[in-house]
């Protein structure tokens, strides 16, 4: 999959932007392939409205990940469209359509850095207090807390070792942070422990109120 981003052809710039005008996610006869032969996604039309949540249920290997992909514009449709706020992505400006838009995959991956640096990724600017608040609201207190440097504890590649779950908390975190109007959820429990798992899902409860997921 790493390939296929790393070989798609450049993402074509529109000359006039649009902005999204709401919170609403639009798919209008949606056809996708990663290799140009098979198609992943095969006419997909549907309505989002704003504060909507919509889960998509099938197989591994159905189309639901790719669909997320298409929404945050990873990759461009063949044909069809894909609509955020009535504005097409392929016409909203990239750095508007990602503050527009909170994910959290199944594969959250953390920097390596500290606690305070990852939560940080959602909104750069944002004070210690507010990325303790985030943590709070995510459920991560307890991560912070196990730790005598706190939010300044480095973690990822050769730092202090999370579980599955906490850094999946580590990272629903950074979307409370971000705190866009559309969330986008991949399978982000799938790596949640058991001991964890509970945690995860009352971070999610908090992190969907008033958004559309």
Not at 8 to 26: F, G, R
Not at 86 to 103: G, H, N, Q
Not at 153 to 181: C, D, F, H, W
């Amino acid at each position: 999959r790493i390939d296929s981003v790393l070989e798609a052809a450049p993402m074509q710039v529109q000359a006039i932007s649009q902005h999204p005008q709401d919170a609403s996610v639009t798919l209008q006869d949606v056809h996708f392939s990663y290799d140009g032969k098979t198609e992943v996604i095969k006419g997909v039309s549907l309505d989002i409205q704003p504060g909507q949540t919509v889960a998509f249920v099938g197989p591994s290997g159905g189309g639901k990940s790719t669909l997320a992909n298409l929404v945050c514009r990873f990759f461009d449709v063949q044909s069809g469209s894909v609509r955020v706020g009535e504005a097409d992505v392929r016409d909203i400006p990239k750095e508007e359509l990602m503050d527009t838009i909170s994910f959290v995959f199944q594969n959250s991956r953390l920097l390596k850095g500290s606690i305070l640096d990852n939560v940080r990724l959602g909104r750069a600017q944002a004070t210690e207090a507010e990325v303790l608040a985030a943590l709070k609201a995510a459920q991560c207190m307890d991560i912070v807390e196990k730790f005598p440097e706190g939010i300044h504890t480095v973690i990822g590649t050769k730092g202090v070792y999370l579980s599955g779950g906490e850094q999946q908390r580590i990272a629903i975190a950074r979307a409370m942070l971000k705190n866009a109007p559309i969330l986008i959820l991949d399978e982000a429990t799938a790596f949640a422990d058991p001991d964890n798992e509970a945690r995860v899902q009352a971070a999610f409860a908090q992190l969907a109120k008033g958004k559309t997921v």
